[in-house]
Structure formats: C-alpha cells, structure tokens
C-alpha cells in the first residue's frame, strides 16, 4: 500500500465523519436538554427521523422545537452545527442560561427564533457574525444588557424583535469605528419595546435609504426629543414611541409619513403645538394621550382623517367645541378627548359611522348634549357640566364599562360536545386537545372589539395558511380579545388537530413554527403579531403518563478526550444510513378541492334544488360580471344580475376576495340556505365555489325592497292594504325562520332594505344567508357579536351580547313603524320609536299619529286597524325581549287586523302591480341615490331593478 493512496483513504474518511460531526453536536446538546421528543432515543442518527431535526445530505439544516417544554441550556455545541439555517425554540420557557456565543458560527443561519424562552444575560456581540441572518426574534425572554452594534452587520436582516425583555443603554447607531442600527438597510421591523432602553432616540438612526414598515419602541425609558430624520422613513406604516419620556416638540415633518397606519406618541411629555398630520389619509388608530401640548382647539385635520378608526386625545390640552363632523368620519369606532376643556353642547350628527362604538368625554366643560336616544353609541359625560350641574341622570352620566365585549368562535352549525377532562370542544364539535397561546398584536387598526366578523376573518386566514403548509390541524377557534396595558390586542388561540384527538410532536413543533417564523401573516387590519405558546401535553389522558425522557444518551459528552471513537461510531451509522431524511410532502388535496364545483367529485354538497355553477358559467350569465349588471354593492361584495340559459333571473352575491369565508363555513351556509323554502322567503337557486370565488345565486325579485317603495324610488305606490299585506308576508317569513327552520334561523338584521317585493308585491324577506342559526333547538338564546343596523337594532340584544329571536322581533317592530310612516329609523337625530310615542294620544282618533303618517298612505279616514297596527308595533319594541310577542303571535295579530279591514289574509296578492303604478318622478336610474347604503351594516342589501 503506498502512502499516497493510505492518504486519500483518510482523507475520505475525514470528510465523511466531518459531515457526521452534526449527530455527535446534537446528541451533545440533547444531554443537556429534558423533555426532547422521545423518538430521539430510538436511535442515534437524527437524520434518521428524530421530531423536529431536518437535513440534508446528512448535515443538520433545521432545528424546529417549538411548546417542546424543552428544559435545560443551550450549549456551544450549537456552534458547530454550520450548515443550520433554522433554529427555532420559541416557547420553551424551561430553556434559560445565557445565549452562547458559539452560536455566531453558525454563518448560514437564516432564522434563529427564541421567542418566550426563558434566557438571560447578555446578547452576544457574536450575534453580527450571521450573516445570512434574516429573523432574529429574541422577544419575551429576560435578556439583560445593551443592544449589540454589531447586529447593524446583519446586512440581510428583515425582522429584528427584541421586544419584552430587560434590555438597557441606548440605541445603537453608526460610528467611523463601529456599527450600528442605522446600517440595517433592509430591515422592515425594529421591535423593541417593552424594555429599559434609554438615551435619545439619535437622530442617524433614520435616513432616506432606510426602509423600516414598523417602529415599535414603546414602554422603554427614552429620553430627548423625537428626530426630525425620522419623517424621511417614508416606509413607516406603524410608529409606536408611547411609555416613554420623550420631551420637546414633534418634528413637524412627521406628515411626511403618508402610509402611516397606526400612531402612538401617548404618555410622553412632549410639548409646542399638536402636531399636523394633515395629509395622513391612511391612518386608522392615533393615539396622542397624556402629553404637554399647548392647549388648542380640536385639530382641523381631524375631520380629514377618513380612515381614521380610533381617537384618542385623553389630557392633551384641548378645549373648544367639538367639531360635529368629526363624527361623520366613516369608519370611526372610539374617540376618547376624556380630561380636556372641551366645551359647549355635543354634537354626534346622525349620520355618524354605523360602528362609532364609544365617545369618552370624562372631565370636559361640556354643558348640553344633542342626541340622547342613540343607545347603540356609549357616550361618557360624567364630569362634566351637562352631568354635574343640571342634575342630568342619562346613562351618559355614568363612567365608562368596564367589560368590554366577548366574542369566541361558534359552533360551525353543530352541537357543542360535552368532552372529557382536559379535552375541548372544536368549532366542529369534535372533542380533541388543543394547542392553546395568546395571539398578541402590538399596533392593531381598529378598536371595535365587537365586530365578530373581524375575527372569523382572521380565524378564515390562519386556517387557510396553516393547511397551505400542510399542517395537520382541523380547525382554530379565538376567544376573549381584550386590550391590555400597554394597548396591545391579545386574542386567545385554540388549534385543533386533524384526524384525532391530540396533535403528536411534529404537529405542534409545525403549528409553533407557523407562528414564530410569521409564515402565518394576518391582514393589514391586525398588523404584526407576536405568539406566545403554552405546553403541550403530549400525553393527556393516556393512561400510563409521560414517559420518561433522556435516558437513551448513548454517547455523552464528547468534546473532550474521545473525540475520535465518537467520530468512528458516527462513520459507521453514517455509512448504514446514507439518506437525509427529506421534508415530508404529503400531496393531501386541499379540502377545498373537495368539492370544487369543477372536478366532480361525490363530495359536492348534494342540495336539494340547488345548483353549483362553475365560474365560466355565471361569468356567462352576467356578460363578464359588467359593470351594467351590477344591481348593488354591499359589504361583502357585489351584487350581479344574472340570466340563466333557462331566461330565469337571478341576483349574484359575489363575495370580494377577502370577505370570502374558510371552505367549510360556506358549505355550511349554502347548506343552511338551501334546506329553507317559504314563499316569503328568497330562495337560493345554486353558488358557486370555483377558482377562489365564492358566490350565492338567488331568485331575482324584480320590485327591489320595501325601502325604495317607500321613498318612492320604485315609483309603487303603497297603499294601506298593501301594507298592510306586506307587513304579514314578512312576519310569516320570519316566522318560518323561527320556527319551522331546522335549525331555527334568528335573521340579525331585518330591516326595510331586506325586505324585497316581487311582481305581485309579495314580500320576500332577504340575507338571512349570514343569519345565526340557534345550533341546538333546546338552546333559547345565543352569546354572539353584536352586528345589525343602526336604529333596527334591539337594545337588549346591543347590552348583553345574547342573541335571541326576540331580537329579530324587536328589528319587525322598526320595520313596522316605518311601514307606516315611511321614515328612516333615525332620521336627522330623530328616533322612530321615540317620535311616535311622543305623538300618540290614544284617546284621539289614530292615536292622534295624523302628523307622522306616511302622506302616501291613502285618506286617514280609510285606516282601519291602524290603532291595533301600531299597538301591535309598540308591543315589538318593548325594551325588554320577555313582553315583546313571537313571530307567530304577531302573524295572528295581523292576520287578524287584515280581516277587520276585509282582505282575506290567506288569499293570494292582488293584480300585478304594474296595474297600480304611477309615474316614478323621473330619476333616471332608481339605484342611483347615494343614501341606498346609509343604513345597510354589513349586509348585502341588493339592489334589484324593478324594471
Ligand atoms: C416632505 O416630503 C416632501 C415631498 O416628498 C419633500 O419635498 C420635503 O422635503 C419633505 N420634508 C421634509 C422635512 O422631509
Ligand atoms: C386618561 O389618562 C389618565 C392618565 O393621565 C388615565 O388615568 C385615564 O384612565 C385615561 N382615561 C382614559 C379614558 O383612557
Ligand atoms: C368654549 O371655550 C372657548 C375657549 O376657551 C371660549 O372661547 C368659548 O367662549 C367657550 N364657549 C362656551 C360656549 O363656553
Ligand atoms: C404525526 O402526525 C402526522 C399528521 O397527523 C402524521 O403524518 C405523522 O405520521 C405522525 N408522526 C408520528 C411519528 O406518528
Ligand atoms: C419563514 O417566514 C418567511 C416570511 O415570513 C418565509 O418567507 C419563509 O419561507 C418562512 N420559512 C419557512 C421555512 O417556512
């Protein structure tokens, strides 16, 4: 054997066992570490299958041990593993020590994620030597010390959270020796709050070439005033400087920052005038509280803010009156001005946002308040004259509630279980072990914590990217969101496991990752988001309990002396086992492809009389979703007329992506709607589920809703009789919804614009297809987000969340009202109930009711069985749900009113109605009106050509 060719063998053998070094490292950071997976003892090559340890070519690529409960270090072992680009603990309370500056060898790492850990100490400076670093989030653990400079070396960081710990010192930047943060060019997100970082905010930290979307440096001790540099980030969506103890005046280019979202500059000290922000049209949530402003008059630009959500100006020196058209603000949810000197008589307007949820003016000098009638808006004037001097007692007079609303994810149609002990109940009713944390959101864009679509969006968004990665999950649910001290949205998370009752380890570890390497991105509305994971149990009520863990170390510690027997023993297991263990691809076909409308498949939701229509098909039908089809534009989406092959019409609700619900709850819903038939009900004729569309077909009523007939938009003219007809046509639909449905439907938003009329004027009562169903027929009443229309919706349903189908009688009582007066529920501050309560005098002829009778109605002296027409109105709007009566005992009594006036109530609607038209004044379209919407929510109300 010559020399040469002894060399080439070792030479071999060492790259070979160089490679396989990995095995022997991690085996080595195992000793230290309880509660690994219990795979890792069956044998000791991890590229073999061990949970959470992904290679390539035999070298260890990614570590994921995310709610492993991991306890123990991290050793410098980790140092040697230099082909990791994913390292992610996150979650592991139980790990703690200092993080190691071995861990800066590590040049490919690409993610090191070790959020809500356990670790202290020091950063290591050696954390600039990753290179290709590209999230570090070190958030909630107990870090202590400054911020490293070096991280400014991080050329190709993106995400950079060091949020939540002890941090101290002062922001580094930039020098001619050293580097700082200014160099981080590509950086999106600086997250350092909640520490104990002091200085000045320096002013190089910002420059024109920096490309920062978030700055959150809230709760830390900072000092000086805020840089001017900083209105050249133009990139900033979020700036969060509050909780801190910043002084001088806000830098007056701070307008510059047009794509800012959201704003807080709360509890400092800063001084001079309140800052401009005209031109900040993008912005949702400013938060300005608790500073030293020169006093002045609300800002002008406040009124110009059209996105604006929530504003807040608690003690910030305003006084003056409040400008009425603040409130006109669109898609306004909360103003609090609380300790101003704010004066004068306020005035809301009634054409406020449908979501303006509170108005705090605690401790102003107000001293008259306009519109007191208005319940579904919580206005606070405790503290101020209007409360303090005239003896006033509104409910407007007490300080504000403190519970705010409660929304947990519902039954998907289906009876909640009743499961065993440790066990939950899925949204599927299906009883499993979750995995549970707090989602928690730094600089969230609304504050209206009511909207429960808001939520089911959110829910629809993080189902759909967990399946997108192959996650084995069932569902999620969300529970009590609140908003805590340092004004973050906190959402409790419950993730259900697919095809059992427990997750096993790579599907926590996978569900964990999803959420610490942010794969899972909320929309613009929540913003960023930070997870924090409890521990799973991952042997819940299996009897025998945990196993041990850690008792298959087999090789030891083996840095020292034995480095070469520990490379022998690797080479041989390296030599058994060649291949790397590949990511597993499970080709599962997404449950949405289940029933695609498209491939056919047995899984198709079979509904009676209900069609699937393909895309191509109602793009045929609609002549391209034109412009000219559109009949009407909601919440959701847009409504299309439509001509089916067979010349049938039909109106298309076409769902805008991004209020498309999860593939589930729209079969749930399709399958709801198409079990219910009623003649006073608009029926479903098919949908469509295809190409990432989802649209409801329904018959097309030709007469558009009660609302327009009243206006006088549709040119029908609605006589007593015939109001008489509608009023019981819709309270028999409504009735069906109740009572005979199965599951029993509670509408939540009937309404004149959901109410429609077709050709012989028989009402048809509309968009019940979002309705809530009462899941279990035993069940009287269910907890719910409040969701409705301003001036329909019942009071108590608006105080105590709980969803009854009083609720929807309360709403028919509206209806009711307006039949006969054909006014808005609220018109210019004016409540309906209200104004015909005032006006009765039951011992008048009609009540006295002359005054606020519809003019169009017929001759006064014709109204028979008015008097028990609004009797029976009066009863629907009681304030308590009890002494209002059912659907069907208001069928009776209407019934019975039509019989006094000498109609047969079961007789079949008179002529068609062309017969009774009369010349509609002349508008050129009848949909053209701009306060069509004013008082839809959410809803779809279509609009339907009665031509
Ligand atoms: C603000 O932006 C405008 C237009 O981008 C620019 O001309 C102006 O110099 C900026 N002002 C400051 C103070 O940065
Ligand atoms: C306004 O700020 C004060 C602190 O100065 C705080 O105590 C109070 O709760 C705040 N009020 C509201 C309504 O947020
Ligand atoms: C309200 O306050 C302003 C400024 O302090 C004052 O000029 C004005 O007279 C006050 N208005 C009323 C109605 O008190
Ligand atoms: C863990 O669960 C996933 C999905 O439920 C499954 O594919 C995998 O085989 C399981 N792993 C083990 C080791 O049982
Ligand atoms: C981690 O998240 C980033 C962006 O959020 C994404 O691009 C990347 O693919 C994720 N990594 C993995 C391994 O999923």
Redesign the pocket.
Known sequence: MSAKFLLILFFNFWLSTAQNNDATFLRALKDKWQNTPP?WDDNSDPCS?W?GIGCKDSRIITIRLASMDLRGTLTGDIGQLTELQILDLSYNKGLTGSLTSEIGKLKKLTNLLLVNCGFSGPLPDALGDLDSLIFLSLNSNGFTGPIPPSIGNLSNLYWLDLADNRLTGSIPVSTRTAPGLDMLTTARHFHFGRNMLSGAIPSRLFHSNMNLFHLLFENNQLTGSIPDTLGLVKSLEVVRLDRNFLTGNVPSNINNLTGLFEMFLSNNQLTGPVPSLTGLDALNYLELSNNMFDPSEVPSWVTTLQSLTTLRMNNTGLLGELPAALFSLSALQNVDLSNNRLNGTLDIGSSHSNELQQVNLQNNQIADFTQRNQYSIEVILVQNPICTESGTSGGFCSPPTKNGPSYFTQPNNCETRSCGSGQVSSPNCICAYPYTGDLVFRAPSFSNLANSAVYENLRNDMIRSFRESQL?IDTVSLRDPRIDFNDYLVIKLQVF????ER?????ILGVGFSLSNQTFKPSDTFGTYFFTGDVYDFSAGISGGKKSSNTGAIVGSVIGGCVIVALLIVAGIYISRKKGRAE?T?NESSPFALWDANNGSGAVPQLKGTKAFSFEELSKYTNNFSETNNIGTGGYGVVYKGSLPNGQLVAIKRATRGSTQGGLEFKTEIELLSRVHHKNLVSLVGFCFDQGEQMLVYEYIVNGTVKDSLSGRTGIRLDWMRRIRIALGAARGLQYLHDLADPPIIHRDVKTNNILLDERLVAKVADFGLSKSLGDANVTHVTTQVKGTMGYMDPEYYMTNQLTEKSDVYSFGIVLLELITARNPIEKGKYIVREVKQAMDKSKELYNLQGVLDPTIGLTTQLKGMERFVDIALRCVEEAGDPRPTMSEVVKEIESIMELVGLNPNAESAANSAAYEYASNGSAHPYTGDDLFAYSGDHFSAKLDPK
Do not use: A, I, L, Q
């Not at 997750?503 to 599907?507: A, H, L």
């Open positions: 795979n299958g949970d084995p496991p697919s095809g059992g997750f096993n380890r790579t599907g597993r499970t």
